[in-house]
C-alpha cells in the first residue's frame, strides 16, 4: 500500500519550456502534498508544502511565479517549472501524506530528473 | 524547525549489525521521528517510525530514549544491498521540518 507514482520519471527540454510533473498517489488519500528538489549528493530540499483546495505554501527563497504547484485534489498535485533555464535543472521529488495527524509518514515518488539545455 | 544531526557516512561488512544514530535535541513533545532510506536517482523509501522506546518491523530497529533527543536506527545483517543513504526525520503537526544530511552507508563485502 501508499504507492506514489510520479511522472515523468526523465524529461529533457529547451530552455524558455514550461515543463509539468505530476504526482499521483494511487492508493490512499494525500491531505499534503510536499515538492521537493536535489542536487547531486546533497539532501532533499523542501520547497512547498500543499493541501486539497487550497494555495501551497513555499519555502523561503522558492519562486511562487517560477514553480507552479496545483493540488486540485486529494490525489493529484502538479509541479509547473515555468520558463524552464539551465540553472532549473535538478531532480524533482514529491511526497504525499494522508491524514492530518503527525504519525503519517511521507511516501514518495520516484523523482523527475529534469535538464534543460 | 526540528533540525537533525547525523553522521556523514559509514562503512560495514556485510552481515554486520549496523547503527545509525541521529540527533534531534529540540524535538517537541508531539513530534514523531521517521527514518528513510534512499537510492541513487529514486525516491526516499519509508523504514520505521517511532515515537518512544523501541519500534522493531522485518527490516529494522528504532531505539529511542526516554528524553527522545536522540534515536537509533539498527539494521541486522546487511547486505549490499542495503548500500544507500539513510535520513531521520522530525514530522511535527505542523508540517515544518527538516531534511538533514543523511547517513551514506557502504555494505564492503
Known amino acids: 500500500g501508499a504507492v506514489v507514482s510520479q511522472h515523468p520519471s526523465w524529461v529533457i527540454c529547451k530552455s524558455g519550456t514550461s515543463v509539468k510533473i505530476e504526482c499521483r498517489s494511487l492508493?490512499?488519500?494525500?491531505?499534503?502534498m510536499f515538492w521537493y528538489r536535489q542536487f547531486p549528493k546533497q539532501s532533499l530540499m523542501l520547497m512547498a508544502t500543499?493541501?486539497?483546495?487550497?494555495?501551497?505554501?513555499?519555502e523561503q527563497g522558492v519562486e511562487k511565479d517560477k514553480f507552479l504547484i496545483n493540488h486540485a485534489s486529494l490525489t493529484l498535485s502538479t509541479l509547473t517549472v515555468t520558463s524552464a533555464h539551465p540553472e532549473d535543472s535538478s531532480f524533482y521529488i514529491c511526497?504525499?501524506?494522508?491524514?492530518?495527524?503527525?504519525?503519517?509518514?511521507?511516501?514518495f515518488g520516484d523523482g523527475t530528473r529534469l535538464s534543460i539545455l | 524547525l526540528a533540525k537533525t544531526t547525523q553522521p556523514i557516512s559509514m562503512d560495514s561488512y556485510e552481515g554486520q549489525e549496523v547503527n545509525i544514530t541521529c540527533s534531534h535535541n529540540?524535538?517537541?513533545?508531539?513530534?514523531?521521528i521517521t527514518w528513510y532510506q534512499q537510492f541513487p536517482s529514486q525516491g526516499p523509501r519509508f523504514i520505521i517510525q517511532?515515537?518512544?522506546t523501541k519500534v522493531t518491523n522485518e527490516v529494522a530497529s528504532l531505539f529511542i530514549p526516554a528524553d527522545r533527543k536522540s534515536s537509533t536506527l539498527s539494521l541486522p545483517r546487511v547486505s549490499l544491498s542495503d548500500t544507500a543513504v539513510y535520513y531521520c526525520?522530525?514530522?511535527?503537526?505542523?508540517?515544518?521540518?527538516?531534511f538533514g544530511t543523511g547517513t551514506s552507508l557502504t555494505v564492503i563485502p
Open positions: 511526497s504525499a501524506k494522508g491524514g492530518f495527524s503527525g504519525n503519517q509518514p511521507q511516501h
Open positions: 492508493d490512499f488519500q494525500a491531505t499534503t
Open positions: 500543499s493541501n486539497e483546495g487550497s494555495k501551497a505554501t513555499y
Open positions: 529540540n524535538i517537541a513533545t508531539n513530534d514523531y
Open positions: 517511532g515515537y518512544k
Open positions: 526525520l522530525v514530522e511535527p503537526r505542523g508540517n515544518q521540518f527538516y
